[in-house]
Each structure stands twice: as structure tokens, then as C-alpha cells.
């Protein structure tokens, strides 16, 4: 078995490990690195050919979950590079990942005007490549290699997935949480034997207050901001932690009987929540039962934000994507 990390081998982004074994090769996510503006944003793809002739080299590209650093290099991958054979993600991801890709291609095209980046329709012609990888199930990509998805909690869709091919195999997690949170399960994996694991470490070294305690301390600073008339700007991506993020001033607040105005960014929001809701079997067990009297993505309390909130008077909290900024 030959394991090669194209990108994220000592470093956070552009996620990308070439896995061969039994004589087939698997690519593990397409990611881009965000602190880059030039050709080292993306995997060193050159590693594979210099001839651009990826589909012969590699028999299938599996993507874990819709983060950027885990799929924002797949268009320019399969469009401008020329892979065209086989992609696998789960069913959330392929639905929620080119809402991502297009909001980060119109902040780098007509922001910040580069050129030659992927266009809207090389996004639309990469996700016509996707097959949908469900959790359980076992995909055979040739009479060789097997895939197999399960659930890794992180964000809706996320996967972990085991690959074997012959007498080889291997499980490769992307990112995944072992704590249940708010709107999601734990990771969940069932006993396999593979010869390697590949594992995301990002926070491996790292000792963190309790989930509590965080919690509690985030709320009481909004809250102490808010009683004193001021505003709370919080910066958050539009999925993901932002819906754990939701769910907890929403449940705050209506323990509190606070009336406080609450703001997300229209658009992009909205479109995230109706795939949690159209996901809601991807979501835990408490948000699948309160699911039968509401949608607890339904906000009561949080509202779209238009611009022209930004003079209003009085306390007010804000949650603000990256295009917002």
C-alpha cells in the first residue's frame, strides 16, 4: 500500500491523500487551502502526471464532507484538469457543496477579480460526476475496489470512509467528532480490521474546556453585551457550526424570555437550513423527534438580515458569513 498526502500532510487545508492499494488508487477529498491566493491554494496534482492525464491514474476521488478544505479544489480538478472518472460523496454533501464552491467563486472572481479561477458552470458540469455514496452501503467502483460510508457526525453529510481493494484496505475519517452536539450524532464506525487509518489530527495535541463550559461562557458574554445595549457581531461560516450555533441563542433565548432582535445573513442561510431540513434523517435523535411537532430549524427568534438594520438603535446580535465581512 502506497499513501501519498498531496496536500494537509503537515498543515490545516487543501485536504488530499492518494491512497494506492491493491493496485487501484483512491483519491480522499479535494481541498483547497484558504490562506493562499495562487497555484499553492490547490493539491500538488502534478505529483500524479504532468501530462493531464488523471482518469487513467486514479479510479475514483471519494470527498468526506462539504468544507472547502475538503472539496474546494474538485471543479478545478475535474473541469480544468481533466479528471473525469468517478466521484463519491454522500447524498448532503453533493447537495449542499456547490452552494459553498459558488459563494467562495464569487468572492474570489467579482471581489477580488481574479482570473482563470473555476466558473458556475464548471461547479454545475463537476457535480454532474457525483455518485451518491449512502451510509452502509457498500459501492463497488470496479470488480476490485469497494467503498463503504459511515457517519462521522462534524457537519450534515460528513463520512468516513473504508476502502478495500484485494487483501488491502483502509479507513480514511476526514473530519469527525466523537461528541454528540445539538443537531448531530457521534461518529460512528463498526468493528473493520483495515491494515492503515487515516485520521484528521487537527486538534490531536490539543486540551479543551468542556462543551458546557464554552457554551456557558459564550452565552453569558452575549447576553452581558446585549443588557448593556451593545451589539455582538459573531463571525461564522453559514453552515455547519453555525446551525449548533443558532440552535443554542435560540434555545437561550427562549429560556430567558430575552426580545433581543437576532440576525443571519439572508440567502445563503436559508438555502443551508431547507437541507437541513430536507437531511433531517442525517441530524440526532432529538432533533429528529422534535422534528414531528417542529422544524427546529424553523427559528422563531432569528431573522434575516437586510442591510438596513445597520443604523438601528438598541442591542442586537449578528451572525455574519465570510461575504458579509
Known amino acids: 500500500m502506497k499513501v501519498v498526502p498531496l496536500g494537509a500532510g503537515q498543515d490545516v487545508g487543501r485536504s488530499c491523500v492518494l491512497v494506492t492499494l491493491g493496485?487501484?488508487?483512491?483519491?480522499f477529498d479535494c481541498g483547497m487551502h484558504m490562506g493562499y491566493n495562487d497555484e499553492r491554494r490547490f493539491p500538488d496534482f502534478n505529483y500524479?502526471?504532468?501530462t493531464g492525464d488523471f482518469t487513467s491514474r486514479i479510479d475514483a476521488v471519494v470527498i468526506t464532507h462539504f468544507h472547502l478544505d475538503h472539496c474546494g479544489a474538485l471543479p478545478h480538478f475535474t473541469e480544468q484538469r481533466g479528471y473525469h472518472g468517478p466521484i463519491y460523496m454522500t447524498p448532503p454533501t453533493k447537495a449542499i457543496c456547490p452552494i459553498l464552491?459558488?459563494?467562495y467563486r464569487k468572492i474570489t472572481v467579482e471581489r477580488k477579480g481574479e482570473t482563470g479561477f473555476f466558473t458556475s458552470q464548471h461547479i454545475k458540469d463537476c457535480m454532474k460526476k457525483v455518485v451518491p455514496l449512502h451510509l452502509h452501503e457498500t459501492v463497488w467502483v470496479d470488480d476490485e475496489l469497494e467503498l463503504r460510508a459511515y457517519y462521522a457526525g462534524h457537519v450534515l453529510g460528513a463520512a468516513m470512509v473504508y476502502a478495500r481493494c484485494g487483501n488491502e484496505s483502509v479507513v480514511y475519517t476526514g473530519d469527525y467528532n466523537m461528541t454528540p452536539d445539538r443537531h448531530l450524532g457521534a461518529a460512528w464506525i463498526e468493528k473493520v480490521r483495515p491494515d492503515v487509518v487515516i485520521t484528521e489530527t487537527t486538534y490531536g495535541t490539543t486540551i479543551r474546556d468542556s462543551k458546557r463550559a464554552r457554551e456557558r461562557d459564550f452565552l453569558e458574554k452575549v447576553h452581558s453585551c446585549v443588557l448593556r445595549g451593545g451589539k455582538v457581531l459573531i463571525p461564522c461560516f453559514a453552515l455547519g457550526r453555525a446551525q449548533e450555533l443558532c440552535i443554542l441563542i435560540e434555545t437561550y433565548w427562549e429560556r430567558m424570555g430575552l426580545k433581543v432582535p437576532v440576525y443571519f445573513s439572508a440567502g445563503l442561510t436559508e438555502k443551508a437550513n431547507r437541507y437541513y431540513k430536507l437531511f433531517i434523517n442525517w441530524t440526532n435523535q432529538k432533533i429528529k423527534e422534535s422534528f414531528v411537532d417542529r422544524n427546529p430549524f424553523d427559528f422563531k427568534y432569528i431573522k434575516p438580515w437586510?442591510?438596513?438594520?445597520?443604523?438601528l438603535p438598541g442591542p442586537m446580535v449578528l451572525f455574519a458569513?465570510?461575504?458579509m465581512l
Request: glycine residues 10%.
Open 23 to 27: 493496485g487501484k488508487t483512491v483519491m
Open 48 to 50: 500524479i502526471t504532468t
Open 321 to 323: 458569513t465570510p461575504g
Open 101 to 103: 464552491l459558488e459563494d
Open 306 to 311: 437586510n442591510r438596513d438594520y445597520v443604523d
